[in-house]
């Protein structure tokens, strides 16, 4: 006997039901969200805001939080980085700004300093150093010894503002505790003032500061001073101080 042709699709529609492979929608199984994705974070200095390393970041796709940092230009996990370009260094090497920086980098654990600008010029020639304000080869490196020997900052040498933000981005992967934002500027005692004004005369650098401070015992003593005292003690650096009796 036949199977009347109503019934037949009443069997087929029970066994669709009854078929594991149809999603059951009383079944009590959570159905597994996808976690959203965390962006790496990189606290930057605001006054870093309108340079090219903070709009590669964002390109990155990195959280960025723009706030104004006491020490350092950019803020990754735990590291504090400075940024310099090459003329920024030099520049800050001369007129001890730098020195004064990376006493400040000494209150986290773990800094760097990053000069970028290699893809298009040397930090130093050998053959010709005018391009570079006159500084000779080995004054800068010896400052160089002087960041990684007495300060203890690892530099960094990147090509351009893209190879420094793809570094900030490497170092946001490391899994790392967040550093602390609670530092403070470093505060020079009265004597460290008084050296770091002569250091800002070209050519007078920490030894001869203190040599000129301790002879004259102040300020007002050095400037008052002859020339012919201040060369005696310090020899021809002592001629940039003829520049006391210059006119504006």
Do not use: C, W
């Amino acid at each position: 006997m036949k199977t009347p042709y109503k019934k037949i699709i009443k069997l087929k529609q029970i066994k669709s039901v009854m078929n594991p492979k149809f999603f059951d929608i009383f079944s009590k199984k959570k159905i597994s969200e996808k976690k959203p994705e965390i962006k790496p974070k990189v606290i930057i200095d605001i006054r870093e805001k309108n340079s090219l390393v903070a709009s590669e970041i964002a390109s990155l796709n990195m959280e960025i939080e723009f706030t104004t940092l006491k020490v350092g230009d950019y803020i990754v996990n735990d590291v504090v980085i400075e940024r310099k370009t090459i003329s920024d260094f030099i520049g800050s090497m001369l007129n001890k700004r730098l020195s004064n920086q990376l006493e400040e980098l000494q209150q986290y654990e773990k800094r760097l300093l990053v000069i970028e600008g290699f893809e298009n010029r040397f930090l130093y020639s050998d053959e010709e150093h005018e391009e570079f304000g006159g500084v000779h080869p080995n004054a800068i490196r010896g400052f160089l010894l002087s960041i990684l020997l007495k300060y203890k900052v690892p530099v960094v040498y990147t090509k351009n503002e893209n190879d420094t933000a793809r570094f900030i981005l490497t170092l946001s992967k490391k899994k790392e505790k967040e550093a602390s934002l609670n530092v403070n500027k470093k505060s020079l005692t009265k004597k460290e003032r008084m050296q770091f004004i002569l250091e800002g005369f070209p050519g007078i650098g920490p030894k001869n500061a203190k040599k000129l401070l301790e002879n004259f015992k102040t300020m007002k003593n050095v400037f008052n001073a002859s020339q012919e005292e201040r060369e005696k003690l310090i020899g021809k650096k002592a001629d940039i101080f003829t520049i006391l009796d210059d006119e504006f």
